[in-house]
């Protein structure tokens, strides 16, 4: 690959046309580091604040239990389709007008969707802020990786892994400040003094670097395969556990093997196009393919087992919102710790031994979580959640160094929506495999755990209706009954959501142990110069 320098193409406002005093930030690093947070900040929250909004949402707008699901569907399926091509967005036209445009087009859609009177337009602006959340995830990446030095990348990415890992795991404590003191719009209007704040300081600070051999065209066939390939899997993985689908359905695998098809399609295309979307020669490296599998895998763990937590926590528990996101802080503290503690310690050591430490930690928390029950003391939930957090820090900075580091500086916006494809499709997965584990043991142990209680027997639609309030820890008491009755009922379903909660915990714990051999393949990325080096594959 040949030498590169980086240069700044701003031609509506060059550097020496700004005051003085604006001109000494632009570029700077670590103001870098922070104005990128803030607009990163804004969509990670987005992605776990809005579920405590739903219910309210849903009395609201009277919408269905469908409907509700689409609003995080809508916007997860837009945000994981559209990422590898944002960054190619980004590496052709400048990260610096990426990122900004991404983040006035989320901010504008937050406002849309706060005053929006119908369940429909929620739906839809929340594509808008899945497109545009789209466009200023890999920019974000792209502009550290262009800023910052090798010696200090790590770090940097830590930080920027600890802000996404707080405001994911933030979410529902802030999400349920936001609608029991306020209202569900509120969670969507706060975006918007989020986002002035961050194109202020974007458009004060951020420098737009851009490789000497950026791509100048675009792969439009290799958008188009890539794009309805993601579709396609993203679709089955969605619709699988719905009535009329299922794991073994003809359209969930018409949808799954459509996908693979074009995805082969896409690799033959671009092994033969002159600029390539992603170049194939990319997954020649070693590191980068483990890095971007390791992320797959990680996310299983993580977003699988924690969507099942959060139900835990309230369902079985009885915790309110707040009080569920509270007990997750022992999570949300080892992200925030541990994250620029891992990106120093991967910086001195290089990433494969805190790689496959990180992962034996989250085997190890998943294990642990897999014997929660009712009667768990919330000290004991606190050293698993912490374990867990602990255990994610080191992965999500060192996979992310490893796939950003280990591409070429003209495909860092490419490299950068490789990473955070490679986390939503692990989460999309997570979330329906291990749903698919814990609906089979509930409709496996139900109706056993049902008649062993002495309760009358339950046989089809009235089974599969209960089967699905068990399976999210809600015991199916119909209303009017019997307080003792009511009681047994209660009992029964928290004995069967924890059994599949349990084995979904162990499915998890054995995709993390996976995990650990696949991070023994990583190594330091070779392309991490920032202003000029050489880039090699």
């Not at 967005?89 to 445009?101: E, I, K, P, S």
């Not at 890539?226 to 009535?243: G, N, R």
């Not at 009329?244 to 082969?264: N, Q």
């Amino acid at each position: 690959m040949t030498s590169q320098t980086t240069i700044e193409k701003a031609p509506r406002e060059p550097e020496d046309a700004l005051p003085a005093a604006a001109g000494g930030l632009r570029g700077h690093p670590w103001l870098t580091l922070f104005a990128v947070a803030i607009g990163v900040m804004m969509v990670a929250l987005d992605g776990t604040i809005v579920a405590i909004a739903n219910p309210e949402i849903a009395k609201d707008l009277g919408a269905t239990f469908a409907d509700v699901q689409w609003i995080t569907n809508g916007y997860f399926l837009a945000l994981a389709v559209t990422l590898i091509t944002a960054g190619k967005l980004g590496d052709r036209f400048g990260h610096r007008q990426t990122f900004l445009v991404g983040v006035v087009g989320f901010a504008v859609a937050s406002a849309a969707i706060g005053f929006s009177d119908s369940i429909a337009m929620v739906i839809l602006f929340r594509v808008f802020q899945g497109l545009f959340g789209a466009l200023l995830m890999p920019a974000a990446l792209g502009l550290l990786r262009a800023t910052f030095p090798a010696e200090k990348l790590n770090m940097a990415i830590g930080i920027w892994g600890m802000v996404i890992g707080a405001s994911t795991a933030g979410g529902p404590i802030v999400g349920g400040l936001l609608v029991e003191k306020v209202s569900w719009q509120s969670v969507f209007f706060i975006n918007v003094p989020v986002g002035i704040l961050a194109v202020v300081l974007g458009v004060l600070i951020l420098k737009d670097h851009r490789a000497e051999n950026a791509p100048r065209s675009f792969d439009v066939p290799g958008i188009a395969l890539l794009s309805t390939a993601m579709f396609c899997l993203v679709w089955a993985l969605i619709k699988a556990p719905e009535d009329g689908w299922g794991w073994g359905g003809a359209k969930t695998w018409g949808f799954i093997v459509t996908a693979v098809a074009l995805f082969a399609v896409f690799a033959v295309w671009e092994n033969r196009v002159a600029e390539p979307l992603i170049p194939m020669k990319l997954f020649r490296s070693v590191p980068l393919a483990a890095g971007t599998v390791l992320m797959v895998l990680m996310a299983i763990s993580f977003m699988g087992g924690l969507f099942f937590v959060t139900f835990y926590l309230q369902n079985v528990h009885g915790l309110g919102p707040v009080d569920a996101g509270l007990h997750l802080l022992p999570l949300t503290g080892m992200m925030i710790v541990g994250s620029p503690l891992a990106g120093a310690v991967i910086t001195k050591t290089g990433p494969r031994i805190p790689l496959a430490a990180g992962m034996i930690f989250t085997s190890i928390a998943m294990f642990g979580m897999s014997t929660l029950d009712k009667g768990t003391s919330s000290g004991v939930m606190s050293i698993w959640f912490a374990l867990l957090g602990l255990g994610l820090a080191p992965v999500m900075v060192g996979a992310t160094e490893v796939i950003v580091g280990n591409a070429p500086m003209e495909l860092s916006g490419v490299a950068g929506g490789l990473q955070q494809a490679a986390m939503q499709i692990g989460g999309a997965l997570g979330t329906a495999v291990l749903g698919a584990v814990m609906a089979s043991k509930v409709d496996n142990d139900l109706a056993g755990n049902w008649t062993d209680a002495g309760l009358p027997p339950l046989t089809g639609h009235n089974l599969d209706k209960a089967a699905e309030a068990v399976q999210v820890g809600v015991p199916p008491v119909a209303p009017g009954t019997p307080p003792e009755i009511a009681a047994k009922i209660a009992d029964v379903a928290h004995e069967t959501f924890l059994s599949g909660m349990g084995l979904a915990s162990l499915v998890a714990a054995g995709v993390s142990a996976v995990a650990i051999f696949v991070a023994l393949l990583t190594k330091r990325g070779t392309n991490t110069p920032s202003g000029g080096g050489t880039a090699h594959i």
